[in-house]
């Protein structure tokens, strides 16, 4: 469900009509509804209802910094991967002990940095990086809290550039090897172990590989507490999928994936973590986009926008599909057509669709992106030297400008010129 619905044939955000919006800031713009943000993060916190739990938003889905304090106001914990994530989450009033570091990559400054301005666990991928957190901890005179992250080897049964949990995978540590490796973690001075964290890939529309996947964390979590381990937290990542089309089966709810926690995990008294981002945010967001214009080409029809690749890279780099539908809503029985919806930058790879049938526009019309809200401005550039589009956040009837789009010259200051040229 998400809060962008036609009224009076015109396509609304919450109470705000998005022409308004469109209006005000100009297109393309990226736009959220505060509403359908927090009703999906209740979701997955009343899914878990009656177990030690804590829902840690995974920020890379849209990490600005009015959805973070939107979604740490209510409690939500922070799933982040960088620094810079860390820095936002911190910057958004999140306390450093709902903060959750992952990654495959922690440098040592970045290390420190959650250790001075606190972390509720660092979630470590390879024997290099715990003995790299032990020593900069050591060094600190501190203990990292950490739970280590297993590669259960469970197909996820999706795109397989999101795909993480397979042997094959860049992700986490064998889980053949997981009681060595757990072996060295507790006997480094640095290192305080926690639990055990696992993740197997994004945008899951079947239960049945979670399900596969903590089984085996449950096997292994009673091995390793044979062993000596004090496993008290289960990090069991995030991934749930959302419907990109309304003609697509519909992925399973919250309260189903939380039973399957319950199934596989509820047993063994541990805390339980997840983290969830593009079902938080992907129906809570749209693009908006303007019609440049419609152009005839040979055996077909060419639909340019005034967004591009650059500011929604999901089709060029996943050939993953979006509703695009009219802000204006057509008249019942209007004759449709059937376009390749692109955008203006030199690349042929600036497609949103082929030969996609929808409501007939014309230039000077908006178009809305639907489910635009995870990974779209997230993952956004400024190719082609071309303005990372504004972000905007309604709430009932009030919106503002989260993110502002940048004037050429701000982009241009942002260069410099040696003296010697």
């Known amino acids: 469900m998400d809060h962008f619905l036609y009224r009076d044939g015109e396509l609304f955000a919450e109470d705000v009509a998005v022409a308004e919006i469109a209006a005000t800031v100009g297109t393309p713009f990226y736009c959220y509804s505060a509403a359908t943000l927090t009703r999906h993060y209740r979701l997955f916190d009343e899914a878990l209802a009656g177990m030690d739990h804590l829902v840690c938003y995974a920020m890379k889905a849209a990490s600005n910094l009015a959805i973070v304090k939107l979604l740490g106001d209510m409690g939500a914990g922070m799933d982040v991967v960088s620094g810079g994530e860390y820095a936002r989450a911190k910057a958004a009033g999140v306390p450093g002990e709902r903060i959750v570091f992952s990654g495959v990559g922690k440098t040592r400054a970045e290390m420190r940095m959650a250790l001075e301005g606190g972390i509720r666990q660092f979630n470590v991928e390879s024997e290099p990086e715990m003995r790299a957190l032990s020593e900069v901890a050591c060094a ?13 080897d469970v197909d996820a049964r999706t795109h397989a550039k999101i795909a993480t949990g397979k042997s094959e995978n860049k992700f986490g540590i064998p889980i053949s090897r997981a009681r060595a490796v757990f072996a060295e973690a507790a006997a480094l001075e640095g290192l305080e172990v926690v639990g055990i964290d696992v993740h197997i890939g994004s945008q ?3 239960l049945e590989p979670f399900r596969q996947a903590y089984a085996k964390v ?17 990090d069991l990542g995030g991934g749930l999928g959302i419907p990109y089309t309304t003609s697509n089966e519909v992925p399973p709810l919250p309260g189903d994936y939380g039973a399957v926690i319950r199934e596989t995990v509820g047993h063994l008294g541990c805390e339980i973590e997840i983290e969830p981002g ?27 926008l005034d ?3 650059n500011d929604l890279i999901r089709p060029a780099m996943y050939d993953a599909h979006h509703d695009i539908v009219p802000v204006r809503e057509p008249a019942p029985g209007a004759e ?3 376009y390749d919806v692109v955008g203006p930058v030199c690349e042929t790879g600036d497609t949103f669709a082929r030969a996609r049938d929808m409501a007939a526009v014309a230039p000077g019309d908006l178009v809305a992106f639907r489910g ?50």
């Open 140 to 152: 600190m005179g501190a203990r990292a809290p950490v739970t280590v992250r297993v590669n259960p």
């Open 204 to 206: 899951l529309t079947d």
């Open 218 to 234: 449950a096997e292994l979590t009673e091995t390793l507490r044979a062993d000596g381990h004090d496993i008290r937290r289960l």
């Open 278 to 304: 593009r079902l938080v945010a992907g129906n809570a967001g749209i693009l908006v986009a303007g019609v440049i214009y419609v152009k005839s080409g040979e055996g077909r029809d060419f639909l340019i």
């Open 307 to 309: 967004a591009a690749m």
């Open 336 to 338: 449709g057509a059937r």
């Open 372 to 421: 635009a809200g995870a990974y779209g401005a997230v993952m956004a550039s400024e190719y082609n030297s071309r303005p990372l589009v504004p972000e905007i956040l309604v709430q009932g009837d009030q919106f503002a400008v989260i993110r502002a789009r940048p004037t050429l010259d701000e982009m241009l200051n942002r260069d410099s010129i040696p003296c010697w040229l």
